[in-house]
């Protein structure tokens, strides 16, 4: 079954998939399937949230985006200060 679905996807987004991860859950009757593919897909991305006030999003071309200018304190963050 997974190589039924990791060709599927690899044809669909021309990625090779590095990682395939399944998992089901029966009390809510949840299944979830996740493909980890070896670049980001023009357009898409995931977004990484430094800061409730910033995001790094990948460029629409898939490259990465700037970090931001200085690094965020996660001790500070969680006092609701960045820097």
């Known amino acids: 079954m997974a190589t039924r679905y990791t060709t599927t996807i690899e044809q669909f987004t021309d990625r090779k998939v590095v990682a395939f991860i399944s998992r089901a859950h029966v ?10 593919i070896d670049r980001p897909l023009n357009g898409f991305g995931a977004v990484e949230i430094v800061d409730a006030n910033r995001a790094i999003r990948p460029q629409p071309d898939g490259t990465p985006a700037s970090p931001p200018r200085r690094p965020i304190c996660p001790a500070r963050l969680a006092r609701g200060r960045s820097g």
Not at 27 to 33: A, G, L, N, R, S
């Open 27 to 36: 009390d809510d009757d949840i299944t979830m399937e996740v493909f980890l």
